[in-house]
């Protein structure tokens, strides 16, 4: 038995090899993952000013930002190059000498004579011969080894029978690294790199990361700012939209020593005081601690500026608010969450103070505000370019006053224009794109208990699922479309108009009046329209009680044909056979009966297969993770692009209480349901409740809807299993059924004499 040798690699080939797929193995994720991208989405094209100064801002990034890009270029690119290197080396590498065939080499083949190897071999030395022209020393020692092995025989039967001239030789195991590793002189060198590397550095890397991940939580956040909103909010369960304000600007996320990121200059002595004389309201001798702090102070100057889009120095106080912005959404989502923790303490009867519902609705108004840039008593349409406070006086007119987004888009082209007529061609635009993208979402619930008993009935303490269906389009798709449908529709009844007018007077013989230069005319053609808008109105309601009647009565219309065909096949055979006919109508309505048994047991089946899949389908997108990509959001002032996300939430506005804690939802692109699981009240009774939907980034899209529970009494539970009181009748009856026979019967084991007794007594 041959035996076995483990070496290192002595020239390095094996070594290279390792090293470049090692190498690839990485260089090919980092470099799809990590070569960073200088593309950025554009969104609408907006020509206002401060789009354009948002739009330049994103183009050019941060200084810190660009030399990580550098970096990371640098090490992706040096990392290829010396991937090329080691292929270039792995190249020059000879393995002639690992591979020897001696048949190949003198180009012959297996069953050769000795007369034909060496015809082979002389031809092949004039050519390789160190003394020729042509010659090569390192092919010509080659060849000479194969003719030696070719023409001695018993290195030609060593080589047919073990691959080998030399016969069977050890099994080579070659390990992929280089031979001085294990060489005695180096030893120490590779000791202390070995401790370095994983004793020192890999410690101190795991050390470093537990202690900066254990101060944030899941949404990285501060853990002591979460601690301080609770603080705040169980102390003020009544709060405000300034009051929430001011808790936000005290989160540890602005403070230096928490954040290392935040930069405190000089100039701020000089700036903060002049800001602050600018601000009304800002509540600066407030004595609470954290708010009075200095942290705090400039952090709600800035959110105060922001909100009254204030201009602010570029390089010192703008830097400052730009920061502070993009951290609000993060921080408006923990103060949300610890609002709704705490409700849910309550409910539970742990904590004594129960937060209202207007703390958590003003903790959720803070996050649109903030995004466009308006207080709380701003108007709505302030979120879209070029419309400022002076322009907003067109909107408010005696007739039609615009106050929404929706109302503006409902109007027609020339009630535009006459809205917007302050405004320019290339900034009526601008409005109207903005307008075309703002979403219209449509909320559909449905509220139910799932439960095999009383799937239908809400009794007390069960739990309620309200599913609610989201469904997102566009304004422009919604509205659109229907000023579309309505100037054809008008255009058409025009026509219609003056084709009857124009018949009307060839009949007559009279000529079409034509319309004199005074309003008089008009007066008179404005009737006509509203009395034809009313016969349209008309009509459509014709239409809907028709396809009413086609969808209520399409079922009825077929039985009662069959019925008036079964009451005259009565009438006919009554004089024949009344019994048998009577006989066939019961066995009809046997038939008909099982068939509609048979109808609802399908229903609850093709019901019960929905839900599976439904669930199926929630549990694979709970597997799938929670997307957050949406819409990008339109919002000029805020420093990123911002996506578009919603709360989702179940209350009770009369007893201003929090029902269920709200969802966030992240990933509404077309459609996305949500389920919302709460308690029934445990009184019977007639309960109001209302479902809202609330964004997180424009004003004025939220929607509410009020549902109502009919809440009965929860049935009593029964002492002993149904099961039970069958098993335990049965064992009853049994008992019984044995001392009738013991009473009847004689037992085995009774003898003769006893009865003979017995019959003696008688």
Not at 197 to 204: E, G, K, N, Q, R
Not at 311 to 338: A, F, G, N
Request: glycine fraction near 4%; charged fraction near 30%; include cysteine.
């Amino acid at each position: 038995m041959t035996g076995m040798k483990f070496e290192y690699d002595e020239s390095g080939s094996t070594f290279f090899y390792f090293l470049t797929s090692f190498l690839g193995l990485l260089l090919l994720p980092c470099t799809f993952y990590f070569w960073p991208a200088d593309k950025i989405e554009e969104q609408e094209k907006d020509r206002c000013e401060v789009f354009q100064r948002k739009h330049a801002r994103l183009k050019k990034p941060e200084k810190w930002k660009g030399l990580r890009k550098t970096t990371q270029r640098l090490l992706i690119v040096g990392g290829w190059v010396l991937m090329a290197c080691l292929v270039y080396k792995l190249q020059q590498f000879d393995y002639e000498y690992a591979n020897f065939d001696p048949y190949d080499i003198l180009g012959v083949g297996v069953g050769s004579s000795i007369a034909e190897i060496k015809k082979a071999y002389r031809k092949q030395s004039l050519i390789y011969h160190p003394d020729k022209p042509t010659g090569d020393e390192r092919k010509f020692m080659r060849l000479n080894k194969a003719y030696l092995a070719l023409t001695d025989d018993d290195a030609r039967r060593n080589f047919e029978r073990y691959g080998h001239p030399d016969g069977p030789g050890a099994m080579h195991f070659g390990i992929a690294l280089p031979s001085w590793i294990v060489e005695k002189e180096n030893s120490l060198w590779v000791l202390g790199l070995y401790g370095l590397v994983f004793m020192i550095a890999l410690p101190t890397v795991v050390a470093i990361w537990w202690y900066r991940s254990s101060k944030f939580s899941n949404d990285q956040v501060l853990l002591d700012t979460t601690q301080l909103y609770y603080f705040f909010f169980h102390k003020t369960p009544h709060m405000v939209f300034k009051r929430a304000l001011m808790v936000l600007a005290a989160s540890l996320e602005f403070e230096k020593g928490h954040n290392p990121e935040i930069v405190e200059r000089p100039s701020d002595n000089i700036e903060l005081p002049q800001l602050i004389k600018q601000l009304p309201n800002l509540g600066e001798k407030n004595k609470e601690r954290p708010l009075c702090f200095a942290y705090s102070m400039k952090a709600r100057s800035l959110l105060h500026a922001h909100l009254s889009r204030l201009r602010l120095p570029e390089s010192t106080l703008d830097q400052d608010r730009l920061y502070i912005v993009k951290c609000c959404p993060i921080l408006i989502q923990e103060m949300v969450s610890c609002v709704s923790q705490l409700i849910m303490l309550a409910h539970a009867g742990r904590i004594s103070r129960l937060p209202s519902l207007d703390t958590i609705e003003a903790c959720m108004k803070l996050s649109p505000h903030i995004v466009q840039a308006l207080w709380d008593t701003k108007n709505p349409l302030l979120q879209l370019p070029n419309v400022t406070e002076d322009s907003l006086r067109h909107f408010v007119s005696k007739r039609r006053p615009v106050k929404t987004i929706e109302h503006l888009l409902s109007l027609s082209s020339t009630e535009r224009h006459h809205i917007l007529r302050s405004l320019t061609e290339e900034e009526f635009t601008d409005v109207l794109v903005v307008c075309r993208k703002m979403p219209k979402v449509e909320m559909e619930i449905n509220y139910e208990v799932v439960d095999d008993d009383d799937s239908g009935e809400f009794t007390a303490g069960a739990i309620v699922t309200v599913t609610v269906n989201l469904r997102r389009r566009t304004m422009g798709e919604v509205y659109e479309r229907n000023l579309q449908e309505t100037e054809h529709k008008l255009d058409g009844e025009e026509k219609e108009e003056e084709s009857l007018a124009v018949t009307a007077a060839k009949k007559s013989g009279w000529r079409k009046p034509q319309p004199k230069k005074g309003g008089k005319s008009k007066s008179k053609s404005q009737p006509q329209k509203k009395k034809h808008h009313q016969q349209s109105a008309s009509k459509k309601d014709e239409e809907h009680q028709e396809e009413r009647k086609d969808k209520t009565g399409s079922h009825q219309q077929p039985e009662r044909v069959e019925m008036v065909e079964e009451k005259g096949d009565q009438d006919t055979d009554e004089d024949d056979s009344p019994s048998h006919s009577d006989e066939s109508v019961a066995e009809e309505a046997d038939t008909e009966s099982h068939k509609e048994d048979k109808q609802a047991n399908n229903v609850d089946d093709d019901a019960e297969w929905e839900r599976f899949q439904k669930g199926l389908t929630k549990r694979e997108k709970a597997l799938e993770g929670k997307s957050k990509m949406s819409h990008t959001v339109h919002s000029p002032y805020f420093p990123e692009d911002k996506q578009e996300y919603w709360w989702t939430y179940v209350c009770d506005r009369k007893k201003h209480m929090l029902i269920t804690a709200p969802y966030q939802i992240t990933n509404l692109v077309d459609h996305e349901e949500v389920q919302l699981k709460f308690t029934a009240p445990q009184k019977p009774g007639i309960y109001t409740y209302q479902v809202c939907l609330r964004s997180d980034s424009y004003l004025g899209l939220d929607l509410s809807d009020d549902i109502k529970l009919d809440v009965k009494e929860a049935r009593e539970i029964p002492t002993e299993h149904p099961q039970w009181q069958e098993c335990s009748s049965d064992e009853e009856e049994d008992d019984d059924n044995d001392m009738i026979k013991d009473d009847g019967e004689d037992s085995e084991y009774t003898t003769d004499e006893e009865v003979t007794d017995d019959s003696d007594e008688e």
